[in-house]
Nanobody, 121 residues
Framework: QVQLVESGGGLVQAGGSLRLSCAASGRIAEFNVMGWYRQAPGKQRELVATIVALRRTNYADSVNGRFTISRDNVKNTVYLQMTRLEAEDTAVYYC???????????????WGQGTQVTVSS
């Protein structure tokens, strides 16, 4: 019932910018955590940025100061504005939601399908 659809990935030159978006659909009663993770080939999936309880934001040290996470509550969409991109940012970026659906009693983790970001050096 819950679906996360990412968009905005692509190829960008180092030093450039890119904005990812993730639209959440479904009867979601609670957005506990929304954000972005990424996974590079041969690497573990890692946290990039999250919004907790629609208020508090946090960032991985590697992207702090370069990436900005934000949310449009009307559109139920979370964004990741990426600036000063580096080759090391190349990865598949996954939208993440920890939330509760209407009628549900527990929090559940949801993942998008991922969008590829490739930064050329």
């Amino acid at each position: 019932q819950v679906q996360l659809v990412e968009s905005g990935g692509g190829l960008v030159q180092a030093g450039g910018s890119l904005r990812l978006s993730c639209a959440a659909s479904g009867r979601i009663a609670e957005f506990n955590v929304m954000g972005w993770y990424r996974q590079a080939p041969g690497k573990q999936r890692e946290l990039v940025a999250t919004i907790v309880a629609l208020r508090r934001t946090n960032y991985a040290d590697s992207v702090n100061g370069r990436f900005t996470i934000s949310r449009d509550n009307v559109k139920n969409t979370v964004y990741l504005q990426m600036t000063r991109l580096e080759a090391e940012d190349t990865a598949v970026y996954y939208c993440y939601l920890r939330g509760r659906v209407v009628g549900g009693s527990v929090l559940v983790d949801y993942w998008g399908q991922g969008t590829q970001v490739t930064v050329s050096s």
